[in-house]
């Protein structure tokens, strides 16, 4: 490639990060949700390392899942925006996939595919986004009982679980656990922050998104397992120079030199995902040394001050975040979170695994 700028992904991160994560629940099903690309990491890639790991893989859309069925993944695969479309229920009857149903129009296209499709059922409990009523879920149970089997699960999602003073996710608990009493059907419940800070949400189903790819879900407060990041951003510097004593630094020349600075140029930009918005001050890490951003993020390059560094030359290796530089905490500069960031990777930028990368 032309410039160095890349995202590592660490696949041995990855595989100790499903470990450890089902070691929390091992008497559970553990599905890897891979949706959005792996949450920037790879589709393809995350659901080759971890087949033979997974129970299954999760992924919003049926295009998602078709993709992975045509590059050989043979893994049980749960789409869980169910079908958007009639058409998305002959897609999965034909690609074997399990489509999650939250609304009575999708019951009634799975009803009346060309063929049997593999159902779930999604109830909502408070979060208000998607999912069938409380209420209406044994009626439809009964209605469609015919399409419901030993595989059938019953699936909520988790609100508020990144926040552990409140108590709305045992709510939403105890309404799914006496709901799936009343239906006779498996549970899906915990996402990544009930799995690490909510034990009752364990369930036959537990569905591990962006801790398996090391990202603390309820950052700032430490995490509770030894997770590892699975993607490093990487840029080279690619220029150098002297600003004097007062003068400023990118566009708007938000930044200006108290001192007579040393300025490195990275390229690395907002069009590679790297957000726009990161403050003044943002770390990223040059020869093992936090670095501070200076000045606006460009669309391809941003600027560093390296004053502090010693011998510091073009084409020096840049961290933007990753195994020694917490993505959250570059998150928290651009006032988001790092599901954001992880996701917004943009597809110029090319995943390289860490075996291929030269040490």
Not at 68 to 91: F, S
Not at 97 to 115: M, P, R
Not at 256 to 280: E, L
Request: glycine share 6%; charged share 20%; aromatic share 6%.
């Amino acid at each position: 490639m032309s410039r160095q700028t890349r995202a590592i992904i660490h696949i041995d991160a990855l595989q100790h990060n499903l470990k450890a994560l089902k070691a929390l629940a091992p008497t559970s099903q553990s599905m890897a949700i891979i949706k959005a690309d792996a949450y920037g990491h790879g589709a393809l890639t995350i659901a080759q390392a971890l087949q033979h790991q997974a129970d299954a893989f999760a992924v919003a859309i049926t295009e998602e899942a078709v993709h992975l069925r045509k590059h050989g993944i043979a893994t049980p695969i749960i789409v869980l925006e169910g079908p958007h479309q009639p058409h998305d229920c002959d897609l999965a009857a034909q690609y074997q996939l399990t489509l999650v149903a939250h609304s009575e129009a999708q019951l009634d296209w799975i009803n009346t595919a060309n063929s049997p499709v593999q159902l779930w059922l999604k109830v909502d409990t408070g979060m208000h986004r998607l999912g069938l009523s409380i209420e209406r879920v044994p009626e439809l149970v009964q209605r469609y009982q015919h399409l419901l089997n030993e595989h059938s699960v019953l699936v909520t999602h988790m609100a508020c679980a990144d926040e552990l003073d409140n108590n709305f996710t045992e709510q939403q608990t105890s309404k799914v656990e006496a709901l799936a009493r009343k239906v006779n059907l498996p549970l899906s419940i915990a996402n990544s922050p009930a799995l690490l800070y909510w034990p009752e949400t364990y369930a036959q189903w537990n569905r591990l998104g962006v801790a398996l790819y090391g990202v603390n879900p309820a950052y700032p407060r430490p995490c509770n397992l030894a997770l590892q990041p699975v993607m490093t951003l990487q840029a080279s510097i690619i220029a150098m120079r002297q600003v004097p004593k007062g003068d400023g630094v990118g566009y708007g020349q938000i930044w200006r030199a108290k001192r007579d600075s040393k300025v490195a140029t990275v390229g690395i930009g907002y069009g590679d995902g790297y957000p726009r918005h990161c403050q003044n001050g943002t770390p990223v890490l040059v020869h093992g040394q936090r670095a501070p951003l200076a000045g606006r993020v460009s669309m391809d390059m941003l600027c560093i001050d390296v004053t502090d560094i010693e011998h510091v030359k073009v084409g020096d290796l840049v961290e933007l975040w990753g195994q020694n530089l917490s993505v959250n905490e570059i998150a928290a500069s651009a006032d988001t979170i790092a599901y954001e960031l992880i996701t917004r990777v943009s597809a110029r930028v090319p995943r390289v695994s860490d075996s291929h990368v030269q040490k």
